[in-house]
């Protein structure tokens, strides 16, 4: 009996099965829907109503300004707002897939609202040319719109995330077309939105961005007076200007199906069911039409809104929605009238059970070897019902079958019951959101805990998200937020109580970006206080310098170390206050001192003076002085007795006088004393020569520089100015008459008195400079006879250097020697007679 009753509810449509149970009964009052306009969101959204402004209607006990009113599936109202927007009347209204309300009016202002019917600013222009010509008709899908001008000319959004109007190409059209449809970018060959329009004659035209082009002109007799495109953007379901059905491909290259309609008149809406059925609503009846048979009717006696589902229609009515959907074959399979299907006799077995029937074994025997594919019937019907005690019921006759059946998947029973559970929970009517199974499927639970946070029911949300084990973060997060601007009447303190006992709830939540909010909300102290509990530096330091808590984030962020950070800080604060009381924040910060000195030490030389200054530090801004006045010599213009060599002095003299205000100094004092004194000397040198060749230099270079030069008066004031001993002076006068090949003033220069340091550097000076007659003249002066071998043999002169070495009775010494002149055989036996002579004097 219950098989009877259950199929006795069903329809037949050619050989399939199409049911229309009721969802929820309508608790809302002076809803009207022939005087409204209404926009019903897929997945089981919320439903948009407002007063139909293009009709005249009799008001009753009601305002005349308008209403939005939101309401969800079961008829409960969830917010609403007063209408007052100028641009005038309502075009068109739709849902977009994340819940934002599109309300597009006639000088193309599109005003969005969430679900708490907030206006979402800023609103949205589709141009200025819809501005001018005024909208006449749009139409919509997922994220985007369609809309065309009393002009003939079409615009589109193609995304609202980013919203930016696009003009398509011109139609070439004279008058509006009958009917307007659109195929979804994700469906189009160049993926664009491509608009359909039926025109006057046999064609349908489709416009794109860059083109437009005729369809249908083999195959429509006439023009069309509606169409629809199906959900997966293959197919097309128009009713023909003589009153036909004609569902062709979206390409209009083929026919599908073409059936005779009981009226001519075009209908008030044309939808899908599924992608088995197509149905047409006139203002009395819906007519469900398939491939073949006998189309169903369906009368009503109040008008009806058709909410399209990939799986079926929601039907909107005054008193209640309902749900036409085509009957899963596994419920047909069970409760079909006189079914001996494994499912339906193990569905029976049941309830032979339940009256402890030996029936109910002859049932499992007979479907012993199909038992596997029956218990999976059940349990997928069980999944495709809206009943709760028909769900149990098909779940039993599943369990009991399992129970027999050794090799069915274990956790599937518990699966679905897990999936009925969820279902179950928001299709009640204080939620209101009767999604079928195939709908969750494709929504996915994290979609459907977001719509739910959206709508403010965390509750149900959190529950949901602990029974499938997902992140609760999200929940919590979205609560705490929403908390915060409802409780602006709550104390901080005792708010802050309620946050912290949920968020613990949740590991590793950012307590940042709930501060972030409040802090937005305009409660400071609260997201002072939320922030503490944040243990992640990289978000507490930005959101601490957000509020104004600097000294908070500086401590923080030198206590995690990251350097980063600290800079982060740094700048921040060296931005917003006064030198003086930035130095004295950062004097306290190790860390941040020295960042910010070795910051400063590259790009902020004269701040970072004034930080020295305040802190006493007078010999580091002494150092920086001295380093300035070297990068002002690297300077192009510092040459040729540039004025630049001034400034330079005077910064090394000022540096010289903050040294001398130390002891512990002295060393650096008479440095800078020097130095200055040396540019100073160098300075007046490239002055009187124009030779810039002598600033930078060196004591000793200048001194060279000066003997190659002949001004020998300028080089002796060097010398006696910087106290260059004599050892240092013959050094550099030796080596700088040979660099000019002056040999008659270096002979000259040697006899003038015995030179301190000797011949060595006159020989040296004459063999770098490639001069064997020169050194001749120096080698013999050698007190040293190694030296003078050494040096006989660097010029060649074998015999005279083996007389030097036998002189210094040095066999090592003869060794060396004779290896220099390897390659000469006569001087080898020289060096070997000395060494074989010395060798046996030592025996």
Known sequence: MANVSVAAEWQLLYNRYYRKPELYPLPWRHVDLARTKVAAAPFGGPVAVIRDDSKIVQLHAESALRKLRLFSSSGS?????????????????????????????????????????????????????????????????????????????????????????????DPGIDQMPHCMAVIEPQYTVSGNVEVLLGVDDAAVLAVEEDGVQRLGEGVLRGPLQKMVVSRDGK????????????????????????????????????????????????????????????????????????????????????????????????????????????????????????????????????????????????????????????????????????AFCSNFQRDRIQEMCKILRVLNAVRSPEIGIPLSIQQYKLLTPSVLIGRLINAHQHLLALRISEYLGMNQEVVIMHWACSKITASLSIPDATLLEILLDKLKLCKGISYAAVAAHADKNGRRKLAALLVEHEPRSSKQVPLLLSIGEEDIALMKATECGDTDLVYLVLFHIWQKRQPLEFFGTIQVRPLARDLFITYARCYKHEFLKDFFLSTGQLQDVAFLLWKESWELGKNPMASKGSTLHGPRIKLIEKAQSLFAETKEHFFETKAAEEHAKLLRIQHELEVTTKQAIFVDSSISDTIRTCIVLGNHRAAMKVKTEFKVSEKRWYWLKVFAFATIKDWVALEKFSKEKKPPIGYRPFVEACIEADEKGEAIKYIPKLADPRERAESYARIGMAKEAADAASQAKDGELLGRLKLTFAQNAAASSIFDTLRDRLSFQGA
């Open 77 to 169: 109202l969830l917010a609403d707002a007063v209408w007052r927007h100028s641009g005038g009347r309502l075009v068109g209204m739709s849902w977009t897939d994340d819940h934002t309300l599109l309300c597009v009016v006639q000088d193309g202002t599109v005003y969005r609202y969430d679900v708490h019917a907030n206006l979402i600013e800023p609103n949205l222009s589709l141009g200025k040319e819809c501005f001018e010509d005024n909208v006449a008709d749009c139409a919509f899908w997922g994220n985007g719109l369609v809309c065309i001008t009393d002009a003939l000319q079409l615009f589109c959004i193609p995304d609202f995330g980013n919203p930016t109007a696009v003009k398509l190409a």
């Open 235 to 402: 197919w097309l379901a128009s009713f023909t200007h003589d009153g036909r059905l004609l569902v062709t491909t979206s390409d209009l290259t083929g026919v599908i199906i073409e059936r005779e309609c009981e009226s001519a008149l075009p209908p008030q809406q044309i939808a899908w069911c599924g992608m088995d059925a197509v149905l047409l609503y006139w203002h009395d009846m819906l007519l469900m039409m398939g491939p073949d048979g006998d189309p169903v009717h369906y009368f009503f006696d109040e008008p009806i809104i058709l909410i399209p589902e990939c799986d079926g229609v929601r039907i909107l009515s005054n008193t209640s929605m309902e749900f036409l959907q085509r009957v899963p074959d596994s419920t047909v399979s069970i409760f079909t009238i006189g079914s001996t299907s494994p499912a339906a006799l193990l569905y029976d077995a049941l309830d032979h059970f339940d009256r402890r029937s030996a029936k109910a074994d002859e049932n499992l025997r007979l479907i012993k070897s199909s038992l596997p594919e029956a218990v999976e019937a059940c349990v997928d019907a069980a999944g495709h019902e809206f009943d709760v005690s028909r769900q149990k019921t098909l779940l039993r006759a599943a369990s009991y079958g399992q």
